[in-house]
């Protein structure tokens, strides 16, 4: 298969030992599996027994090598590891998960094994995909953190530790409630913090490019997108692009804090967590990471356009109704 040129990654002359993606059935996983197989890079994509066929599919149509493994079997980590030229991770049991898979068995000890097993196969890079650190103390960023500590402290193997804020196409999406073109929206909080939401196809782009560009070798790179925008403020945009009139709930953060206070397990916990730090907002300031990694990142009023495109929605004005 002829590679295409993909920004950021150098065309490859080539092919050499595979990269390895542990979470390639996941949003951001099967993204960057896609862009590392269109740069011509020959790809190992972790799939795990029962995964459903569409995503096999998708994978193997992409001229991935499928293999077996899971976070909790440390001989299937080895196995998967050999002859890898780096791990890319990006699994998490915080929304898909199966019998036995836990923040703890995942998110720390399973990151932890294949961050062993990497050194252990003589893997020469590991990207890992966490989120930036926010002072609200729960397992899922004890876990995160554990991992990034393990491998800056790693002797033998390269790293680059990545920390993107909130996804656009999970938290701007019906998914989490936020659905302008069907005219209601849930906001976290006021709904007036800002946050740097970025595309998870800019995200899976640094993560590929990651794997291989010197540059971005033993950098912890907070990733956000080119606008700081609150929820109302993207509210605004899908209605100034045609979205028809629009109901907005509120979240109120006393509701998440008393969410987070009565949390009775690592889950609960974390999802109270992530929207309180949601409510909270994130501006990013990605020069830094753009000198590294140059590069055009997409803006939330083109996800907004390509959405209202999609479902056929033409431009009229209308006024916004706050409950
Ligand atoms: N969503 C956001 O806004 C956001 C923001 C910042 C950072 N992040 C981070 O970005 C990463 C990717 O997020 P995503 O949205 O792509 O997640 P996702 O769609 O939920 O994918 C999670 C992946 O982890 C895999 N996985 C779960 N348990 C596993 C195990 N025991 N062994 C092997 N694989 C396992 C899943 O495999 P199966 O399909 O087999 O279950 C799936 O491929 C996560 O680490 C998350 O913390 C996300």
Avoid at 46 to 62: F, Q, W
Avoid at 89 to 99: F, G, I, L, Y
Avoid at 103 to 123: F, H, K, P, S, W
Avoid at 256 to 285: C, P, S, W
Wanted: charged share 25%; with cysteine; hydrophobic share 40%.
């Amino acid at each position: 298969m002829r590679s295409q040129h993909v920004e950021g990654l150098p065309d490859m002359q080539t092919p050499k030992k595979p990269v390895l993606v542990v979470g390639a059935t996941g949003l951001l996983g099967c993204n960057i599996v896609r862009l590392l197989r269109d740069a011509g890079r020959s790809v190992r994509a972790v799939v795990r027994p029962g995964a459903s066929e569409e995503k096999r599919r998708e994978l193997e149509a992409c001229g991935a090598e499928l293999v077996p493994a899971d976070l909790k079997d440390v001989d299937s980590l080895r196995a998967v590891c050999r002859e890898a030229s780096a791990v890319i991770s990006t699994a998490s049991a915080t929304v898909s998960r199966r019998e036995g898979d836990s923040i703890e068995t995942v998110d720390r000890l399973g990151q932890l094994a294949l961050v062993e097993a990497a050194e252990e196969a003589g893997v020469g890079h590991f990207v890992f995909v966490s989120f930036p650190p926010s002072d609200i103390d729960y397992a899922l960023q004890r876990a995160k953190r554990g991992v990034e500590e393990r491998l800056r402290s790693s002797r033998r193997l390269t790293w680059t530790i990545l920390q993107p804020v909130n996804f656009t196409e999970v938290w701007l999406s019906p998914m989490l409630g936020f659905d302008p073109v069907g005219g209601s929206v849930r906001v976290f909080g006021t709904g007036r913090e800002r946050m740097s939401w970025i595309s998870v196809a800019d995200v899976a782009r640094f993560s590929a490019a990651a794997a291989e560009t010197e540059a971005l070798a033993g950098k912890t790179l907070v990733l956000g997108g080119p606008d700081p925008l609150s929820p109302l403020n993207v509210v605004e945009i899908f209605r100034e692009l045609g979205a028809p009139e629009c109901t907005i709930e509120h979240v109120p953060e006393s509701a998440l804090e008393a969410q987070l206070k009565g949390a009775t397990n690592e889950l609960e916990e974390a999802y109270a967590a992530i929207m309180l730090t949601t409510a909270r907002g994130h501006a990013v300031d990605m020069r830094p990471a753009l000198e590294l990694l140059p590069g055009k990142l997409r803006t939330v009023r083109e996800y907004a356009a390509a959405w209202l495109q999609r479902v056929g929605v033409r431009p009229q004005y209308h006024e916004t109704r706050e409950n």
